[in-house]
């Protein structure tokens, strides 16, 4: 995603544990998860690399109850979350954190998606394909989960995965596009 607004990166390696972050807030949780990968990440930087940018970002969907759901571990899983979503309205929380020099800008997105009511042959289809598998509230805005989408209000991309608008103001901020 970042290829999209022109940004040259590369992928290092982090290990933070999100579950250590017990928050309720939606916010707060996004966030911390965030600081807590970037702080992981930088410790696990090469000497000569600490000085460029880093960027951590994470994905919380919250069903319509407020509880969050992760990344299904199974197709009865991933069943459950859909049926949780059918006809439904849930929220999708993303925040962006950089540090570049000593300095955090950090910036969250949020997004109502809202399902239209989906037949049990489609979700058992949908959960069949394995498309949702990997995915925080298994399922994919940018695949075959589409057609169940019925509305979205905030960003598409922070449904994705990576809020780009917030991530963009992020990094001009720092003048770093």
Known sequence: MLRIINVKHKVVSQNFDEDSVKEKDPILCSQKIVLGKNL???SLLDEEDKILPVLTSDTLVFAPDKTILGKPQ????????????SGKTHKVYSSVLVHLSGREIIKTS????????????????????????????????????AKFIEKIEGSYTNVVGLPLHETYEILKSLKLV
Do not use: C, W
């Open 40 to 42: 992981s990440a930088r």
């Open 110 to 145: 949020e997004t109502s998606v809202t399902f239209t009511k989906m037949s049990s042959q489609e979700i058992n289809d949908y959960v069949d394909s394995k498309e949702g598998f990997g995915k925080a509230g298994g399922y994919g805005i940018h695949g075959p989960a």
């Open 74 to 85: 199974d197709a009865a899983q991933n069943l459950e979350m859909l049926e949780i979503f």
